[in-house]
């Protein structure tokens, strides 16, 4: 059974920065893409961020390119996302999520999760 535990929410001051984990467990293919997801309140779950197994391909939202980096540490089979320059608007429950192969941008495309971790940004 895969197992998503993220790590590093918290509350910060605009501007200021955060970095999330997630650790996974129970993976049974060998090559996965990793990806982070938020949902705000009252508002759908939207995709972040995402990294293929080997690192060469990587996508962004729009409203976070430059100021976030998605990173992963294969041998640990952990995920990370560096937040800089935070805004109110990045205020929301983050979630990682897992997939096999290849690098995917819609929610539905990843069927396993983690439970979340909250991020409060104030200005």
């Known amino acids: 059974q895969v197992r998503l535990v993220e790590s590093g929410g918290g509350s910060v001051q605009a501007g200021g920065s955060l970095r999330l984990s997630c650790a996974a467990s129970g993976l049974t293919y060998s090559t996965y893409t990793m990806g982070w997801f938020r949902q705000a309140a009252g508002k759908e779950r939207e995709f972040v961020a995402a990294?293929?197994?080997?690192?060469?391909?990587?996508r962004y939202a729009d409203s976070v390119k430059g100021r976030f980096t998605i990173s992963r540490d294969n041998a640990k089979n952990t995920v990370y996302l560096e937040m800089n320059n935070l805004k109110f608007e990045d205020t929301a429950v983050y979630y990682c999520?897992?997939?096999?192969?290849?690098?995917?941008?819609?929610?539905?495309?990843?069927?396993?999760w983690g439970q979340g971790t909250q991020v409060t940004v104030s200005t």
């Open positions: 999520a897992v997939r096999k192969a290849l690098v995917k941008i819609l929610p539905d495309e990843y069927p396993d």
């Open positions: 990294l293929s197994w080997s690192g060469a391909v990587t």
